[in-house]
């Protein structure tokens, strides 16, 4: 397996992990912070639906996804308007992992907006601010952490993320083929050296992940 | 009803707890006082617009805010309220230069003879610029919040129990600071706190509220003392309030005396002429049917028994000493002294017992 090889799979899957992640962090952020700040009826299956990719068999996730993006699914007729093709494209493997991303973000954006006393945005507003500019201003800079904590699980899940995008996009070599696809295809052809070389780089970006993860939380906390 | 008058009208129910509160004053600086639970924090979020199931009549700083009855209702980002949390909320993620340039959003120092510039001065804040909040005691948190409200230039500012996450001593220093803060601004002042000792110095009028309804409201000296009041203010811990100024003064010790003449030694040296606020708890009054011979106590007051009230075992026993004094003894040492209205008697009050509260 050549260096360049190597190369487009590692490329393709940060292209697919940061694409992911940016496409759902507003929502994320909305999300959780809707989850934190209001109680409305309901909210306990909100909560259970936003969680359910998390816990859901991936394939089945990847399953639905083929459905609703596919030509043949109910919004088919939208896709074929707009002449997109989804299904088996890197787009699909970004939707894929933005859908099994979402909980991990969301989740860590409720607690992290939870744990910021809503006093200092009353406050804030008392001082002259708009609510969204003091949201911006307190509550985010305040939770901050939380939410870029969040932000790292759900990118770190998507460069791992297997089951949902082999069934929405597929495997194919030069345009789905991420990380993890790439290292269970050369597995089924026998090609152990270059399952192993995926394998070591894949090791080498969630370290790496991780570890701005942490430190990152540890200058965050000292900083407080 | 004058220009510059101050008109709050609030009803807003919560569960159980519903508040419906209705008056007008004159007055700058008013003082709310009832127990914790009495709707004052309430009456306070609903006056800052952060009450959205209020409805309300608010005019403040001669503005009208908020008029249920006319469909206005200024945002809490228009009303220009300095509101002081209890627990100060200071920004923990900036430093208190940038929580006091919070509200103008400049975050160069501010020019000599700005309103954050006094205010920096007047609350002796200018060492602490850089410092973040956690770096701050718990006098300094306070002191930080009341110039960051004066700095956004309100039109009124909204004291919530400034100093009752204080303890005891400190609570006598950022008094001061409040004290001559007050007297320095000209905007109204609404001051809220279940201390009856700072009830009596803090305003001009005095609103008492329990349990989200008006009890009373008027001049703090005869308000709080009212029978109406007096059950309340007495549980909440006020008994003695003397006002004096220092007339003598040694190394250790001071005399003030009273308008009326009554002489009291204080057990710290303070400088003559000065104006000092005493409270003295009623169980710290000592009564001798007898002049008492060599006593410890540093005031022995001649006094006659004005009235004697007995409840649940208790005696409260009202004296004219000079001023009038409240005294609380056991039934049994009102029997065994022979205690009646009209008896002579000394009051033995320790230095250590009189406690200045401003």
């Known amino acids: ?11 393709l899957t940060l292209r697919v992990g940061a694409v992911a992640t940016a496409a759902i962090l507003l929502p994320g952020v909305a999300t959780g912070l809707l989850l934190a700040r209001r109680s409305f009826r309901g909210k306990a299956l909100v909560q259970a639906l936003i969680a359910l990719p998390m816990v859901l068999p991936p394939v089945a996730v990847g399953l639905a996804l083929l459905l609703l993006l596919g030509r043949r699914g109910p919004l088919g007729p939208l896709w074929s308007a707009l002449g997109i093709e989804l299904v088996f494209s890197w787009w699909a493997a970004a939707i894929a992992a933005a859908v099994v991303g979402f909980p991990l973000l969301a989740r860590a954006c409720e607690q992290a907006f939870a744990a910021v006393d809503p006093g200092y945005e009353r406050l804030a507003r008392t001082l002259g601010l708009s609510p969204l500019r003091a949201f911006l201003r307190v509550t985010l800079p305040l939770a901050s952490r939380g939410v870029i904590y969040g932000a790292l699980l759900a990118f770190t899940r998507a460069l791992g993320e297997f089951g949902a995008t082999a069934l929405v996009a597929g495997i194919l070599p030069g345009r789905t083929e991420t990380l993890a696809l790439g290292i269970y295809a050369r597995v089924q052809l026998g090609e152990d050296a270059g399952a192993l070389a995926l394998c070591a780089v894949s090791f080498a970006i969630a370290l790496a992940s991780m570890l701005i993860a942490e430190t990152w939380l540890r200058s965050s906390e000292a900083g407080r | 009803m004058s220009e510059g008058s101050t008109q709050i009208r609030v009803e807003l129910s919560r569960g159980e707890f519903s508040l419906d509160v209705s008056l ?21 979020e609903a006056v800052l617009g952060l009450a959205p199931s209020a409805r309300a009549q608010i005019r403040m700083g001669g503005v009208w805010l908020e008029d249920d009855a006319r469909g206005l209702r200024l945002r809490s980002e228009q009303r220009r309220l300095g509101w002081v949390p209890q627990d100060a909320l200071l920004f923990p993620h900036l430093s208190v230069a940038q929580n006091l340039a919070f509200a103008s959003g400049r975050s160069a120092p501010p020019a000599a003879g700005s309103a954050l510039a006094r205010a920096i001065e007047a609350l002796e804040i200018g060492d602490l610029l850089g410092r973040r909040a956690h770096e701050l005691s718990g006098g300094e948190r306070q002191r930080v919040a009341i110039a960051r409200a004066l700095a956004s230039r309100p039109r009124a500012l909204l004291l919530d129990e400034p100093l009752a996450s204080l303890d005891l001593p400190l609570r006598a220093r950022v008094l001061r600071h409040l004290l001559r803060m007050r007297d320095e601004l000209e905007i109204p002042i609404l001051w809220i706190t279940h201390d009856p000792d700072e009830a009596q110095v803090a305003g001009e009028i005095a609103i008492v509220m329990e349990r989200g309804r008006l009890v009373a409201a008027g001049p703090p000296r005869e308000v709080l003392w009212s029978r109406a009041v007096l059950p309340l203010s007495e549980a909440l811990g006020l008994e003695n309030v003397i006002d004096g100024r220092v007339v003598e003064t040694g190394a250790h010790e001071c005399s003030v005396e009273t308008a009326r ?8 040296a303070l400088p003559i002429g000065e104006r000092v606020c005493l ?22 007051l001649p006094a006659r028994v004005e009235r004697i009230e007995i409840e649940s075992g208790d005696a409260r026993v009202t004296l004219d000493a000079g001023e009038r004094l409240v005294a609380r003894l056991t039934t049994g040492a009102v029997e065994r002294l022979g205690l009646r209205p009209g008896s002579q008697v000394h009051a033995l009050i320790k230095a250590q017992a009189l406690r200045r509260i401003a």
């Open chain 1, 1 to 11: 397996m050549s260096a360049a090889e190597i190369a487009e799979i590692t490329g």
């Open chain 2, 279 to 300: 409270s003295l708890r009623a169980h710290d009054v000592l009564l001798s049917a007898d002049p008492p011979g060599r006593v410890s106590a540093r005031n022995v």
């Open chain 2, 24 to 44: 007008s004053w004159d007055a700058r600086v008013a003082v709310i006082f009832g127990p914790s639970g009495s709707g004052k924090s309430t009456l306070l």
């Open chain 2, 261 to 268: 003449g009554l002489r009291l030694v204080l057990p710290v």
